[in-house]
């Protein structure tokens, strides 16, 4: 048996099994809860359409079903198009993973087709995503925290759903943010790396858009303005949109390898630290703490 199958079981003993990360009866979705609801017929509706809908949601299924199995979960996503519901949601209960996915979020003007597979992957992330994981009653459950899914969504989930693209191609006529480029410029020199790169940190930026909108917050996120402010302990509610921004832009610039995976218990497996030299990489300051880690790294 595998260590991740293990501590996976050892977790589902432990915990009860009907805790849910983004819970579908609470307060915790990818976002706040939220009364913006944005039917299927709704005419100002400008995100994306059923079929990309659909592709996005294959694409991700396709790269990670194998991959949930032999962590010991069955992958179930619910496809929720007709729902205007404006969230997402994952839950555990035995050994399915489910993922819930609504037309609403999808519709929304600030999503696009890369943007929507962030959430995916996002979601994907309370399941596989690895420490930090979020706290309740005091004790650590299944989930990784908001940020981390964040995280581990742009820097795992992401580059793997995209690997086998010709990301050069895709993001040739697409708006690439100026600061984006210049950053993954500075730290990849293989051109399809860097593609990928900016691919990944613009997605994050229409994600982190719709977070802006939803708290209807008076100012844009931008790439030149990332939260300079450290917590003193990590934070395992949702960051505020700019810091989540600020966790995609890291995220992308990050070069450990897709295939390391993350560690269930020490956050520094798998992901870029400051004590490894990778700052830039690294989750920011504006939401983790790796002193207030099991693991101070």
Same mark, same amino acid.
């Given at each position: 048996?595998?260590?991740?199958?293990?501590?996976?079981?050892?977790?589902?003993?432990?915990?009860?099994?009907?805790?849910?990360?983004?819970?579908?009866?609470?307060?915790?979705?990818?976002?706040?809860?939220?009364?913006?609801?944005?039917?299927?017929?709704?005419?100002?509706?400008?995100?994306?359409?059923?079929?990309?809908?659909?592709?996005?949601?294959?694409?991700?299924?396709?790269?990670?079903?194998?991959?949930?199995?032999?962590?010991?979960?069955?992958?179930?996503?619910?496809?929720?198009?007709?729902?205007?519901?404006?969230?997402?949601?994952?839950?555990?209960?035995?050994?399915?993973?489910?993922?819930?996915?609504?037309?609403?979020?999808?519709?929304?003007?600030?999503? /696009?087709?890369?943007?929507?597979?962030?959430?995916?992957?996002?979601?994907?992330?309370?399941?596989?995503?690895?420490?930090?994981?979020?706290?309740?009653?005091?004790?650590?459950?299944?989930?990784?925290?908001?940020?981390?899914?964040?995280?581990?969504?742009?820097?795992?989930?992401?580059?793997?759903?995209?690997?086998?693209?010709?990301?050069?191609?895709?993001?040739?006529?697409?708006?690439?943010?100026?600061?984006?480029?210049?950053?993954?410029?500075? /730290? #990849?020199?293989?051109?399809?790396?860097?593609?990928?790169?900016?691919?990944?940190?613009?997605?994050?930026?229409?994600?982190?858009?719709?977070?802006?909108?939803?708290?209807?917050?008076?100012?844009?996120?931008?790439?030149?303005?990332?939260?300079?402010?450290?917590?003193? /302990?990590? #934070?395992?509610?949702?960051?505020?949109?700019?810091?989540?921004?600020?966790?995609?832009?890291?995220?992308?610039?990050?070069?450990?390898?897709?295939?390391?995976?993350?560690?269930?218990?020490?956050?520094?497996?798998?992901?870029?630290?400051?004590?490894?030299?990778?700052?830039?990489?690294?989750?920011?300051?504006?939401? #983790?703490?790796?002193?207030?880690?099991?693991?101070?790294?």
């Amino acid at each position: 048996m595998s260590l991740l199958k293990f501590i996976a079981m050892i977790a589902a003993l432990s915990f009860s099994a009907n805790i849910l990360a983004c819970d579908m009866h609470g307060t915790t979705g990818i976002v706040e809860e939220n009364d913006l609801y944005i039917s299927v017929d709704d005419k100002a509706a400008a995100g994306i359409n059923k079929f990309q809908f659909n592709r996005v949601i294959d694409k991700v299924v396709n790269v990670y079903k194998e991959i949930v199995e032999d962590n010991g979960g069955q992958l179930v996503v619910e496809r929720k198009w007709m729902d205007g519901t404006v969230n997402a949601y994952a839950k555990q209960k035995g050994d399915t993973w489910m993922v819930s996915m609504f037309g609403g979020l999808a519709r929304h003007s600030a999503v /696009t087709e890369d943007g929507f597979t962030l959430v995916v992957c996002h979601e994907l992330g309370h399941h596989l995503g690895g420490a930090p994981k979020k706290f309740r009653n005091g004790k650590i459950v299944w989930a990784s925290n908001e940020g981390q899914a964040d995280y581990w969504g742009t820097m795992k989930c992401l580059r793997k759903v995209w690997a086998n693209e010709r990301n050069s191609a895709v993001m040739q006529n697409k708006t690439v943010d100026k600061t984006v480029r210049n950053r993954c410029a500075a /730290t #990849y020199r293989d051109r399809e790396k860097m593609a990928l790169c900016t691919r990944t940190a613009m997605a994050g930026k229409s994600i982190a858009s719709l977070f802006r909108a939803l708290r209807k917050l008076p100012n844009n996120v931008s790439f030149t303005t990332p939260v300079n402010k450290p917590v003193d /302990t990590t #934070y395992h509610g949702h960051p505020m949109p700019q810091c989540r921004l600020d966790t995609f832009m890291r995220a992308s610039l990050c070069q450990v390898p897709t295939y390391v995976d993350v560690s269930y218990v020490d956050p520094s497996v798998g992901t870029c630290t400051r004590a490894g030299g990778q700052i830039n990489g690294s989750r920011p300051r504006c939401w #983790y703490n790796p002193k207030s880690s099991r693991y101070n790294r």
